[in-house]
């Protein structure tokens, strides 16, 4: 069972960035696609962007187009997100999961537990 540590959130405000990391411990990601998710006060999981195992793919959904990027260091076991020009829509919960990406953003897409996850708000 692959258990996530997502760090790197906090609050910003509207126009602002964030950058997320995760990792796991003890157990390489080097051959998972990842995926990030957030969740709303009130909300379902939705998904964000992924990324294929080797970092060739990536693929991000619409509200995000354009204003976020995701990328991984496998030396370092670990996947980023930077999320820039935030909106208060952007507050959110947000995990990583190993995802099979053929069915992204669909939540059948992960295939891993949620860990804790990583606060992001978003308010002047």
């Known amino acids: 069972q692959v258990k996530f540590v997502e760090s790197g959130g906090g609050l910003v405000q509207p126009g602002g960035s964030l950058t997320l990391s995760c990792t796991t411990s003890?157990?390489?990601?080097?051959?998972?696609?990842i995926g990030w998710f957030r969740q709303a006060p009130g909300k379902e999981h939705e998904g964000v962007s992924c990324i294929s195992s080797d970092g060739t793919a990536t693929l991000s959904s619409d509200f995000v187009q354009g204003r976020s990027t995701i990328s991984r260091d496998n030396g370092k076991n670990a996947i980023f997100l930077q999320m820039n020009n935030l909106r208060s829509e952007g507050t959110a919960v947000y995990y990583c999961?190993?995802?099979?990406?053929?069915?992204?953003?669909?939540?059948?897409?992960?295939?891993?537990?949620w860990g804790q996850g990583t606060q992001g708000t978003v308010s002047s």
């Open positions: 003890g157990r390489s990601l080097n051959h998972y696609a």
């Open positions: 999961a190993v995802v099979l990406m053929s069915k992204w953003p669909d939540l059948t897409s992960r295939f891993s537990s």
